[in-house]
């Protein structure tokens, strides 16, 4: 069964850039879609993006278009979110999980859920 484990998260000012991982085991990742979830503080888990087993399609969250940016490097098997101009409604811990489901954007649509790495954004 594949894990994942995602790490990079951090406190950063308000404006400034994080770059999450997400690095599973096991061969058959890279043959998944892959998205980035987070979930603050009394919220459901909301999507933030996602990308297709070869790289070749993303899908973005409204709140994060034109400042995050999914990625995947299957060699290493790992998955990115580049989070540039980041604002303290950004705050959330974030996770990664793996789907059968092209462009899915509910936490339904997933599983094999990582344990998340805690991002916060002070103004």
């Known amino acids: 069964q594949v894990q994942l484990v995602e790490s990079g998260g951090g406190l950063v000012q308000a404006g400034g850039s994080l770059r999450l991982s997400c690095t599973a085991s096991g061969r058959t990742f890279r043959t998944y879609n892959t998205g980035w979830f987070r979930q603050a503080p009394g919220k459901e888990r909301e999507f933030v993006a996602s990308?297709?087993?070869?790289?070749?399609?993303?899908l973005y969250g409204d709140s994060v278009k034109g400042r995050f940016t999914i990625s995947r490097d299957n060699a290493k098997n790992t998955v990115y979110l580049q989070m540039n101009n980041l604002k303290p409604e950004d705050t959330a811990v974030y996770y990664c999980?793996?789907?059968?489901?092209?462009?899915?954007?509910?936490?339904?649509?997933?599983?094999?859920w990582g344990q998340g790495t805690q991002v916060t954004v002070s103004p």
């Open positions: 990308i297709t087993s070869g790289g070749g399609s993303t």
């Open positions: 999980a793996r789907s059968s489901i092209l462009r899915g954007t509910e936490p339904r649509n997933y599983d094999s």
